[in-house]
């Protein structure tokens, strides 16, 4: 069974940095993808970057040229390095393994963790 373990969230002021992690753990992920989701109070969980298992990486708009997206040399560690924050970037950060990056990027396989907040203050 897959499981999901993020951390690194916190409070930080606008403009500052984070660094979020998540161990997946129950499989072999060297071939899958895996990502990050954001889930804002009263909304939907949106797409913020995804990277497949031979490191093409993927991101939203909203967080080109701020936020990178990194695994592990075993491929079972995903990182979001969060930089530039801005209030709207608070939220639950989730992440999300599957087999390739095109169902990371929907959250296909509907396989999340516990997620890790993220809150920015202005």
């Known amino acids: 069974q897959v499981q999901l373990a993020e951390s690194g969230g916190g409070s930080v002021q606008d403009g500052g940095s984070l660094r979020l992690s998540c161990v997946a753990s129950?499989?072999?992920?060297?071939?899958?993808?895996m990502g990050w989701f954001l889930q804002a109070p009263g909304k939907e969980r949106e797409f913020v970057a995804g990277?497949?298992?031979?490191?093409?990486?993927v991101y939203a708009d909203f967080v080109k040229g701020r936020f990178t997206i990194s695994k592990n040399g075993t491929h079972n560690t995903v990182f979001l390095q969060m930089n530039a924050l801005i209030p709207e970037d608070t939220a639950v950060y989730y992440c999300?393994?599957?087999?390739?990056?095109?169902?990371?990027?929907?959250?296909?396989?509907?396989?999340w963790g516990q997620g890790t907040q993220v809150t920015v203050s202005s």
């Open positions: 999300t393994v599957a087999e390739t990056l095109a169902e990371v990027k929907k959250g296909a396989r509907d396989r």
């Open positions: 129950g499989s072999d992920f060297s071939l899958w993808g």
């Open positions: 990277v497949s298992w031979h490191g093409i990486d």
